[in-house]
């Protein structure tokens, strides 16, 4: 009986060992991606009107030109705001984007009310997903301000990487 029961226990611990190894081989082998290894080939293309000679205005130098109501105006608050440095995490149970990153005002007033962009891919560089928000805060004149944990979404659970880009912001 004794003999019976120690056979068992050690087909009960090859077992294990087999059930483990495979659960490891499993768990760390490369996962294949649908993207071929080749970059997909961007193509764009620019339509311009035909001029008129006869009405065409000339052409003059931007310190010359008019200012039309259309066009921006010169000092966006986006011109001296700019991204110093980022990084992002995952957080509730690993589907939400945590984006921590410092903003530089370089201009001679406060912003508020920034909207960014954040551009989610996978670990080969294929986009995933894309997403926006406005943050509230404000940051002072000739200064710089880090945003901790700020949720932008919940992303896809293949993403690997985030890239963030400023969209809009406030002039206080």
């Not at 087909?11 to 495979?22: E, K, P, W």
Request: glycine share 6%; charged share 25%; aromatic share 4%.
């Amino acid at each position: 009986m004794t003999r019976r029961a120690r056979s068992i226990a050690g087909l009960g611990a090859g077992i294990a060992a087999v059930v483990i190894a495979g659960s490891l081989a499993w768990v760390l082998w490369p996962t294949l991606s649908d993207a071929d290894d080749k970059p997909a080939v961007l193509q764009s293309a620019v339509i311009q009107p035909a001029r008129d000679t006869a009405t065409a205005t000339p052409d003059l130098p931007d310190a010359a030109r008019p200012a039309t109501s259309a066009e921006a105006p010169a000092g966006s608050p986006l011109d001296g705001l700019r991204i110093s440095s980022q990084s992002w995490r995952r957080g509730g149970l690993g589907s939400k984007a945590l984006v921590t990153f410092t903003l530089r005002n370089a201009n001679d007033y406060a912003v508020r009310d920034i909207e960014i962009s954040c551009t989610f891919v996978r670990r080969d560089g294929s986009h995933l997903t894309d997403r926006k928000r406005v943050i509230n805060g404000a940051v002072e004149m000739k200064s710089r301000r880090t945003f901790t944990r700020v949720h932008v979404g919940f992303v896809n659970v293949n993403a690997d990487k985030a890239k963030c880009a400023l969209i809009a912001a406030s002039r206080v």
